[in-house]
């Protein structure tokens, strides 16, 4: 017997177009009517995903950054594996070293240098947050 589905979102749940679709939907409400707990996954941070709770009536965990941290519908931490800060400076350095724009997610904000970086407009559409603004990047002082 099924008790579990795990669905992507981007591509899955939602369109190209970051729309979700009645069909996703339906299949929400077909899958709990049946006793089976939907839960989602995506690359998005865990927020990020927080506008699919309500229309999908979530009671699954969501699992955001691909993994990295499982929350509860209600945005409660279940558990996080983050990179160690040392990882994550050296990979933001090179990131800028080599002429690229950086990002940072924590558990509560997304931070990046410019507000009109490259994919800075159509992540925070996705998401359906703003990000925070700190162009000389305090993440990397040591």
Do not use: C
């Not at 749940?13 to 049946?34: C, G, H, S």
């Not at 006793?35 to 996954?41: E, I, P, R, S």
């Not at 995506?42 to 990020?48: A, E, H, N, V």
């Amino acid at each position: 017997m099924i008790r579990l589905v795990i669905a992507d979102v981007d591509g899955t749940l939602v369109t190209q177009e970051k729309v979700l679709t009645k069909d996703a939907i339906a299949a929400a409400q077909e899958l709990r009517a049946a006793g089976v707990t939907l839960a989602v996954t995506s690359g998005r941070p865990p927020r990020g995903m927080q506008m699919l709770i309500e229309p999908l009536r979530l009671e699954g965990q969501i699992a955001g950054f691909n993994g990295g941290v499982y929350v509860n519908p209600d945005m409660s931490v279940v558990e996080s594996h983050l990179l160690a800060t040392d990882v994550a400076r050296e990979a933001i350095r090179l990131i800028l070293e080599k002429g690229l724009d950086a990002w940072l997610y924590t558990p509560d904000e997304w931070l990046v240098r410019k507000k009109d970086a490259p994919h800075v407009a159509r992540e925070a559409w996705t998401v359906k947050f703003e990000a925070r603004v700190t162009p000389r990047m305090p993440w990397l002082a040591r």
